[in-house]
């Protein structure tokens, strides 16, 4: 499904995020992530723009296949179905990570500059969606509102997901996700 | 006139704002915006920790401002219509400066580090009423959900406010929105 490239930058991935762990984002140098995998700092220019990037290389990828689920959904669906549609096929992105998601997330929810960062990325994602709803022929103001509901029950069900007990796969939470906020906004919260 | 402490604000603000948009956010120093007020640094730095806080120093009023007003709402209300409440609540807190509001938008929208603390300070607002959500006996997910789709309303009736050829008041474009909401939830979008 993914096209993450093995190895080298597994190794340079699994590396950053143990460092990030152990001393902290702020203090972690490329030097530092290159040694530990065993790999040369011009290898890790290789795959990443900076040390940051490690964390947010999957951004892409992720924004693609939203898009391209949401352009393949059936269109008889209505917009927020078309978008419940969608988030649900990126779930597996996610469900063959889940160990890089959770320690990424812990990176992440230490950083003030990473979680601005985070927060941006999502909002590209929502416009996104926007985008490919408003060629579907949903106008505005819907095609915005439904495209935020999206990445509302993308980050919650994420976040659900992380600190789940009960092991339960994303794409089902998402799933619940979605409904809670249809009885939410329907008053039934 | 120089005398009076409220002024003295509201002309740094103005200042601030204005060579913001003449020379950029990023080209701007505290030296010129006072000199442009008529005032001094030592000033300046009364009122606002740095200039990216001219732009911001009015989030905790708003966030008191939102919160005590779901604290407020009457406890019949569903989750939803009591944040859609508290929103429209503080629709006049923007309506009486919308000249501010708009050349404020302009230099944010142009600023990728002000969008960011934009995003972030929206964020907490989200958060802030989640947990006023959750003093009124809402439970999770329902608290956040309904938190995210007040947050979304306000933004986007925000957005199309400042853009307004028709000069609606910001309230009416809240209920509008929140109503817009309501339907594409519904799957009526």
Not at 118 to 136: H, I, M, P, T, Y
């Amino acid at each position: 499904m993914a096209r993450w490239k093995p190895d080298a930058r597994a190794r340079l991935e699994k590396a950053a995020l143990a460092l990030y762990r152990e001393h902290g984002f702020a203090q972690t140098t490329v030097a530092e992530i290159a040694d530990r995998a065993g790999l040369t700092e011009r290898t890790f220019f290789r795959y990443f723009a900076d040390k940051r990037e490690v964390l947010f290389s999957g951004a892409d990828v992720l924004q693609q296949q939203l898009v391209s689920a949401l352009d393949d959904a059936p269109s008889a669906l209505s917009a927020i179905d078309a978008v419940g549609r969608a988030v649900e096929a990126v779930a597996g992105l996610f469900e063959q990570r889940r160990d890089f998601a959770r320690k990424r997330q812990a990176v992440i929810s230490e950083n003030a500059e990473l979680q601005e960062r985070e927060r941006v990325k999502l909002a590209s994602l929502a416009s996104a969606l926007a985008d490919a709803l408003r060629r579907r022929g949903i106008r505005e103001p819907a095609a915005s509102l439904a495209a935020e509901m999206g990445i509302t029950v993308l980050r919650l069900a994420f976040e659900r997901w992380i600190n789940d007990k009960e092991d339960r796969q994303l794409a089902r939470i998402m799933r619940d996700s979605l409904n809670e906020l249809k009885l939410v906004t329907a008053g039934k919260g």
